[in-house]
């Protein structure tokens, strides 16, 4: 069991930035690839970034370049620092863990709802 809870969301101007986090419950990110998605209204989610217990990233190609995804093991929390924010980053942005190996094993936060608008 297993919670991620997403924070720093909110209303910000194209062109700003902001920074989302999501800690967990437990001490669970040496194990666990994190990742963060995101889905806007009438669309379908999508991979934002992730970043391995190695510190391996990927980047969606609508992230390269502006998004950055970091990772505080010792704090078991994952940063999303977004730059050069655009009116279509808008969307509601989710934490996600996933096992490395072994069994299968996902957890998702609730989601923090980040808009980008003058």
């Known amino acids: 069991q297993v919670q991620l809870v997403e924070s720093g969301g909110g209303l910000v101007q194209p062109g700003g930035s902001l920074r989302l986090s999501c800690a967990a419950s437990r001490s669970i990110f040496s194990i666990y690839t994190m990742g963060w998605f995101r889905q806007a209204p009438g669309k379908q989610r999508e991979l934002v970034a992730t970043i391995t217990t190695g510190g391996s990233t990927n980047y969606a190609d609508s992230a390269k370049g502006r998004f950055t995804i970091s990772r505080d093991n010792a704090k078991n929390t994952v940063f999303l620092h977004m730059n050069s924010l655009k009116p279509e980053d808008t969307a509601v942005y989710y934490c996600?863990?996933?096992?490395?190996?072994?069994?299968?094993?996902?957890?998702w936060g609730q989601g923090t709802q980040v808009t980008v608008s003058s």
């Open positions: 996600n863990a996933r096992r490395e190996s072994g069994p299968m094993i996902n957890f």
